[in-house]
Structure formats: structure tokens, C-alpha cells
């Protein structure tokens, strides 16, 4: 098993640093889509950590991104605070937020349902409020002018700024999910996850290994809503604050596989850029196909390949081996 | 009357039975003994059909029943009383006993049918508005067996009627038992007691790790070192 | 504190309103354990019913819910049967698909019918009602308040007094000794499942009446009928009803304290303070 996982982590660093350095050889369009890509497989690691390492399935997530897109900005433009200042804190608040969830929803096991339900009632509380607040940008968002760099000769520009976060982002997730796999908090949530009472019955503390694990996630998609409020330069509300954006994340990671290391990497690597191409080509004819297209997909995947695609592959694998033998 | 033959079934790739053949003829009590996790309610399940089999064949009065689903068994005739009694906690007795007679012959019989249960329990009918769930564990087993009775089965199988009751209560329960018998009723009985059990049926089957291990009538295996053997392992 | 009163009247009806959407989801929670993630984009999806059959046929809503109710009763017969009951049993793959579902019918429905608000007309349009000389409520706000009472009346009867209804207790209490006693329980939980999306097309046209609607509103009707929903308990009829009542009289009463929409986020920090003190809803059990 611990061999397996350090295969995949690699195996998903690598991908995604070569992704990058491809990327960033080729015209502004795509690598803009690429840079989005590698921010929404950090997001969904980040969100994976609770869902598919926990097994809850949280709703919820979007106060996180939002906070770490909209309060470092509001910070900068009304209060003058640097950028990095205010990424800190929203990274805080927001842990200080997953732990009051936790608290809220895992002091008594009330069950999957029930946290899927108050987590998707917080997000949206979130969105209210973010929209209801003139200091967060209201429901008009906030605009930063990022500025490019110039280290005496060299100039990165801020598409290149973008993409360099990106990529640290999607590979921090992925370092601290393999390091999550196998410490012993790690341990704990999985033992969590296969049978609550057994883990519970042997000492494992429900509250803390999964409010531990919901604070790290709640850091990770604070800092991955900052990097996504960089690339975008404006932020929109609607868009980062609203739970719709999570659930398209829970979409491509259930394709993937929850639950898997790379199921998330492979839902998002190949369905995100798959929609953004495909929202471009069909702009103003036919809206929102995209996202249909999803859907059925989700659906048909769960009907068929309930383990993701990740789950296929790995049995078709397994098969093929049994084949050779 | 039942005959069950080959029966393989267990949970998911879990093989729990192995090979079950039994037969009940009519009018008889037949007894199904064996230790904890001998596979007793498995069985019993697997002729309710609320356990799908891995594989095997089932007759009752001549029909087939191995494909059927578990509301179509109890509509054939047989009417099962399951292990700690599985009532409706918020329903009162009335309520539990007309939920029994659902089945759409038994209910056009209902009113006779529950009058004839409180005949047998005199006790139900004292506590008739009662909520199940408040009942004693005794009264639960006999309002358990009412509803089974509602739906004017032919063959009735009990799970282990008598686990946690008291004395009074398990002899009270078995002179019903023997009431229905004597008026003609077939009774399938899985009981953990051996001796309840022996001093009640006619013939038993003994379950051992999902295999049947003896058969036999009641008498000669009041006497079998075996029997004994079976029952606490080694 | 006459606004404050003409508040509280304003949110029990339309607290009413959404408490009925909220026991729809609990009568198909209460005999299948299933909650659908996609249960409002359904009652947009009959809203939007009601303003085709208005655009074609030029039917009010009054009329056409009795056009809208089987044929989305039907619709989620066929979702549940061949979609959702497959995977009963495995509750996180329910949601996940229920996920999906909301995609699909929301963006359908931008496809087909654009990104605009579109208004469906009803006879109750404008109509007020003057209660003493203290509030001012919308008839159709009085409608929807009866309505809901009237249904829920004539639904805890079915549950309480026939033979049907009593089948749909004992699924809820035992699915499996409700088997064993005879009950077709696949087939008892797809009925429910159906008249509960009747129940939820009544909610639509009764909504529809004197409010814009549009494709994307789904998440938001589900996310507000998820409330009472989880404070009724979940399984708890009349508790759901009654704590939409207070989610309803939450949001009007949070309007006329907070300006914009700050007042719509009332609702939400009443329902996170309720769960605070009672985690298992204000009549749930806690196992």
C-alpha cells in the first residue's frame, strides 16, 4: 500500500511539473488553461483530504476558496495590507471555520448525510455574506492590478506569476496528501473511514483526527482560492464564493475516483481542460453544454465504474495481470 | 411441504451455507439447532428470501420458490417470526397485527384472524393500544408471532422465540405453539436451547458451520453423544 | 412593530411553503434513506413546466400543476427506479449522482429556456388580502399557506388511517420485517417517491405565482428546503413543516432588520445556532 502511494505521488508530481514545463512553452490561451487546471487539481487534492481520505463529503468548501480569493484582496485595497499578509489570514480564518464545522457536525455522529447537508448550508451562508458585504468587494468583486517582476533582466509576467503558483500549489496538495497517507493521522482517518465504531472502539478519536484533517484541507483551499484570485486578476463573487464552483470539483474528482490519489488529478486533468475548450467553442450557442455533458457523465460513471475511472483502470490492470500470470 | 434442496448462499462472496438440503412435511414441528453462527438465520432468511442464494432450489406445496421476492414467500404461506422479534416500535399492537394481515388474501380475513390472535394472547389484547416498542420483551414475542399469524400462513418460522425471556413467559409461548400445532399448523422452529428445543419438535436438523451435520428424529437424539458434540464444538 | 408583525404573517405563509418542499425530501428520506441533491432543480424544472404550458396552451398555474404533477411523478418514478435505486444502499454514490443530476436538469434547462427571469402570469396576480387594519398579505401567499395545511392534513391522514399509508410507516420503521409481513417494499418506496414529486410540483406552482424564476435558482430552493428539513429530524413530517414555518418567518423577519442580502443570511445563522444547542433538529432523536 505504502508503496503504491509513493508511486502515485511521484507519479503525480512529475506529471504535473512536466506539465508545466510544456505549458509554458506554448500560446497564452492554452497555457491560461493549463495554469486553471493545475489550480482546480490543487483544489481538488485540497478538498480530497476531507472526501475522499475522511469520506465526507463536504459541501462546504467554498467559504475557503472564497476567503482565500476575496480577503487578501479587500485586505490590499482597503486597508493597504500586503498581499502575503492577507493570504496568511484568510488561510487562518479558514481553518478556524473548518474547525468549527467540525466541531459542529462530528462532535456526534450524525452521518454522511447530515454533513453533506450543514456543509452546503454554510457555503452558501458564505456566498450570502460575501455578497452582502461591502468590505469582501460585494457582489461586484474586487479587482488587483498584479504587476510583472523584473529580477534585472529576466521579466516573468503575470500569466507566467499564474502559472508558477499554480504549479507550487498542485504540488504542495499533492506532497501534503502523500504525506498524509502515511502518517499516523492518516492512518487514523482511514481506519475512520472503513468502520467508525471499530476505529472508534480501538481509541481513535473521531472529533480530532477529522477536524485535524478538515483544518489542513481548509488551509490548502484558502491558499489555492489565492492563487486562483491571481490568475483571474478580478474576482467574482459568484464564482469563487458560491458552492456551484466546489461541487464541479467534487464532479471531476468523482469521475476520477474519490478516494484515490489520482483520481482527482486525472478527473480535473482531463475534464477541465476538456469543458474550458469546450465553453469557448460553443460560447454563445449552446450554454452550459458543457456542464450537461458533466453531469451525464457523473451519472453514468457512478452507474458503471462506481470506483472512478481510477478504480477501473486499477481493476483492468489487476485483470490484465492475472491474464499474464 | 418444504422441500429445500442444495441451498449455497452467504453474504457477498462469503459462502455462510454450504450444501443445505431439508425437508418439512406437513403438520409436523421441525426443529433447526446448531451453535452461534451455525448459519441458523441465515437459512431461515435464505427461505424468506431476504438473502439472495448463491445457488439451490426450494419447493413449497409444489411451487417454487427460489426466485421469489420476500413479501411474495410470506403471500405463498409461509410467515416468518424473526430473531428479537423486528416490530414496528412506533405502531401500537393493533396496528403491528393489522401490518400482519397485509398481504391481500389475509386481509379480507383480518378482523376473524386478529380476533383469533388475541384468543391465543390475551395479554395483546389488554395492551392493544399500546406502542410496540414500550411492550416487555415477552409480550414483543407474542405480538411477534400474532403478526405472523395474521397473514394465515401454513408454515410458521420462528427464530429463536425464546431468547431472553423468562421461564414463564417461554412456557407460555410454547403451549401456544402447541395449540397451533395440534390445530394443524407446520412450524419450522430454530432454537439455540437444546433442550427446549428437543423437548418441543418432532425431528430436527442440526446446523454446523453451514453444513447440516445430523437429522433425525427428536427422541433418538435426545440420547446422541453427537448431538451434544455438535452443539458445543469440541 | 407593525412591520415586524406584517414580517412574522409574511414568513409563517411563506414558511409554509417551503416547509412543504422540505417534506417531500422527507417522505422520500423517511422510506428510502435517500435524500436528492437535485430535488430542487426538479421543482424548477415544474416551474418551468408551468410557464411552457402558460407560453403554449396559456394555462394558469392554478390549472396546470394538475398537467405538471403526473408527468413529473412519472419522470421521477423512472429516475429513482432506474438511476437511484440501484445504489440505495450506498448513500455517499446517491449524492454524488444526485450532484450530477442538478448539472444536467439545471443546465437543460439554461439551454432551453436561456439565462433570463422569466415571470408566469396567474390569476392571483397583484391580489392582496387586508387582514384588520394591521397587515397586508398576497392572495397568493394565503393560498400557498392553505394549500400546504390542506395537503399535509390530507397526506398524515393517508399515513395514519388506510392500509397504504400504514405500509409506508412500517417501511419506514423496518424495511425488513415490513418485507417479511408482506409488503412490496421497492415498490411502496417508488410510490412515495412519485406522490412526493406531485407534492413537489404543487410547491412549484404554488411558488410560481408572483415571482420571477429562473434555470439556476435549483441549488437555492434545495440548499432552503434542506433546513427544515434537517431540524424537522428528517424523518418527522409535521416537526418539517413546522421548522419551515420558523426558517420562513426567519428570512422575512431577517429582511426588515438587515439591509440587502444580509437578510436572506438569517435563516442560515438560525439553523447553524438551532444545531448548535440541538444537533439532531429541534424534534429529531439523536442515536
Known amino acids: ?325 | 411441504m418444504l422441500e429445500l434442496t442444495g441451498l449455497c448462499a452467504g453474504y457477498g462472496d462469503l459462502e455462510v451455507l454450504r450444501d443445505i438440503s431439508l425437508s418439512i412435511g406437513q403438520g409436523e414441528i421441525v426443529g433447526l439447532l446448531g451453535a452461534n453462527n451455525a448459519g441458523k438465520t441465515t437459512l431461515v432468511n435464505c427461505i424468506s428470501r431476504l438473502i439472495p442464494w448463491h445457488r439451490g432450489a426450494c419447493k413449497f406445496e409444489g411451487r417454487d420458490i427460489s426466485r421469489l421476492a420476500p413479501h411474495e414467500v410470506t403471500e405463498c404461506g409461509i410467515s416468518q417470526v424473526p430473531e428479537g422479534r423486528q416490530l414496528f416500535p412506533a405502531m401500537t399492537v393493533w396496528e403491528n397485527l393489522m401490518m400482519g394481515g397485509f398481504p391481500g388474501k389475509a386481509r379480507a380475513q383480518r378482523a376473524k384472524t386478529i380476533e383469533y390472535v388475541f384468543g391465543l394472547f390475551p395479554r395483546l389484547l389488554e395492551r392493544r393500544t399500546q406502542l410496540a416498542g414500550t411492550l416487555s420483551g415477552g409480550e414483543q414475542q407474542m405480538l411477534a408471532i400474532g403478526r405472523a399469524l395474521m397473514s394465515g400462513p401454513r408454515l410458521l418460522v420462528l427464530d429463536e422465540p425464546s431468547l431472553g425471556l423468562s421461564p414463564r413467559f417461554v412456557q407460555t409461548i410454547f403451549e401456544a405453539l402447541a395449540a397451533l400445532h395440534r390445530e394443524g399448523l407446520t412450524i419450522l422452529l430454530v432454537e439455540q436451547n437444546l433442550n427446549v428445543a428437543l423437548k418441543n419438535v418432532q425431528r430436527c436438523y442440526v446446523l454446523e458451520r453451514g453444513e447440516v451435520a445430523i437429522s433425525g428424529r427428536a427422541e433418538d437424539m435426545r440420547h446422541d453423544p453427537a448431538v451434544r458434540k455438535a452443539y458445543l464444538g469440541n | 412593530m407593525d412591520i415586524l408583525l406584517q414580517a412574522i404573517i409574511q414568513g409563517v405563509l411563506i414558511g409554509s411553503t417551503y416547509g412543504l418542499i422540505a417534506l417531500s425530501m422527507g417522505l422520500i428520506y423517511s422510506v428510502s434513506g435517500i435524500t436528492n441533491f437535485a430535488h430542487g432543480d426538479l421543482m424548477v424544472l415544474c416551474m418551468f413546466g408551468a410557464y411552457t404550458l402558460f407560453a403554449i396552451l396559456g394555462l394558469d398555474p392554478y390549472i396546470s400543476v394538475l398537467l405538471v404533477a403526473p408527468a413529473i411523478a412519472i419522470a421521477t418514478f423512472v429516475l429513482y427506479k432506474y438511476l437511484i435505486q440501484p445504489i440505495s444502499s450506498q448513500q455517499l454514490m446517491v449524492i454524488q449522482l444526485t450532484l450530477g443530476l442538478m448539472f444536467v436538469i439545471q443546465n437543460l434547462l439554461l439551454m432551453v429556456y436561456g439565462g433570463n427571469f422569466q415571470r408566469v402570469p396567474s390569476v392571483l396576480d397583484g391580489d392582496v388580502m387586508i387582514i384588520g387594519d394591521f397587515a397586508v398579505i398576497q392572495s397568493s401567499l394565503f393560498v400557498s399557506f392553505v394549500t400546504t395545511w390542506v395537503l399535509a392534513a390530507v397526506l398524515f391522514w393517508l399515513l395514519g388511517r388506510t392500509d397504504f399509508g400504514r405500509s409506508v410507516r412500517a417501511v419506514h420503521q423496518n424495511a425488513r420485517a415490513a418485507a417479511l409481513v408482506g409488503v412490496n417494499v421497492g415498490r411502496t418506496q417508488l410510490i412515495v417517491v412519485s406522490l412526493s414529486a406531485a407534492i413537489l410540483a404543487v410547491s412549484a406552482s404554488l411558488l410560481v405565482s408572483g415571482r420571477a424564476i429562473h434555470p439556476s435558482e435549483g441549488l437555492h430552493y434545495t440548499i432552503v428546503a434542506l433546513m427544515p428539513f434537517v431540524l424537522g429530524g428528517m424523518s418527522n413530517l409535521l416537526s418539517i413543516l413546522i421548522s419551515g414555518t420558523i426558517i420562513g418567518v426567519a428570512e422575512t423577519v431577517g429582511n426588515v432588520y438587515l439591509n440587502g442580502p444580509l437578510g436572506f443570511a438569517v435563516p442560515y445563522l438560525v439553523f447553524i445556532l438551532i444545531l448548535i444547542f440541538r444537533p439532531q433538529g429541534l424534534f429529531g432523536a439523536r442515536s
Open chain 1, 1 to 325: 500500500m505504502n508503496r503504491e502511494i509513493a508511486y502515485t505521488a511521484a507519479g503525480g508530481l512529475v506529471a504535473v511539473l512536466a506539465a508545466g514545463v510544456i505549458v509554458s512553452a506554448m500560446p497564452e490561451y492554452y497555457s491560461g488553461i493549463a495554469t486553471k487546471t493545475l489550480i482546480f487539481i490543487g483544489l481538488a487534492m485540497a478538498w480530497n483530504i476531507v472526501g475522499g481520505i475522511g469520506g465526507q463529503l463536504s459541501l462546504g468548501h467554498s467559504v475557503f476558496i472564497g476567503l482565500g480569493a476575496l480577503l487578501p484582496a479587500a485586505m490590499l485595497l482597503k486597508l493597504s495590507v500586503p498581499l502575503w499578509v492577507g493570504v496568511a489570514c484568510a488561510a487562518v480564518v479558514s481553518s478556524l471555520i473548518g474547525a468549527g464545522l467540525s466541531w459542529l457536525t462530528f462532535r456526534f455522529r450524525l452521518g454522511h448525510l447530515y454533513f453533506a447537508l450543514v456543509t452546503l448550508a454554510v457555503g452558501e451562508l458564505g456566498r450570502i455574506i460575501v455578497i452582502g458585504t461591502e468590505f469582501l468587494g460585494g457582489a461586484s468583486g474586487l479587482l488587483v492590478q498584479y504587476k510583472s517582476w523584473s529580477f534585472g533582466e529576466v521579466h516573468v509576467s503575470v500569466a507566467t506569476q499564474s502559472l508558477i503558483f499554480a504549479l507550487a500549489f498542485a504540488a504542495l496538495t499533492i506532497v501534503v496528501t502523500y504525506g498524509l497517507l502515511r502518517s499516523k493521522l492518516g492512518y487514523r482517518l482511514r481506519a475512520l473511514k472503513g468502520n467508525e465504531d471499530a476505529a472508534q472502539a480501538i481509541g481513535i478519536d473521531l472529533l480530532r483526527s477529522k477536524t485535524a484533517a478538515m483544518v489542513i484541507s481548509a488551509i490548502l483551499s484558502s491558499l489555492g482560492g489565492s492563487v486562483f484570485a491571481q490568475y483571474n486578476g478580478f474576482v467574482d463573487p459568484e464564482v469563487v464564493a458560491s458552492p456551484i464552483l466546489i461541487i464541479s470539483i467534487i464532479l471531476f474528482t468523482a469521475i476520477g475516483g474519490i478516494g484515490t490519489i489520482l483520481g482527482p488529478v486525472l478527473g480535473v486533468a482531463i475534464l477541465f481542460p476538456f469543458g474550458e475548450i469546450l465553453r469557448g467553442v460553443l460560447a454563445n450557442s449552446l450554454p452550459g453544454l458543457h456542464l450537461v455533458i458533466f453531469g451525464a457523465t457523473l451519472v453514468a460513471v457512478i452507474r458503471l465504474m462506481p470506483n472512478g475511472l481510477v478504480g477501473w483502470l486499477r481493476t483492468r490492470m489487476q485483470l490484465l495481470r492475472v491474464q499474464q500470470a
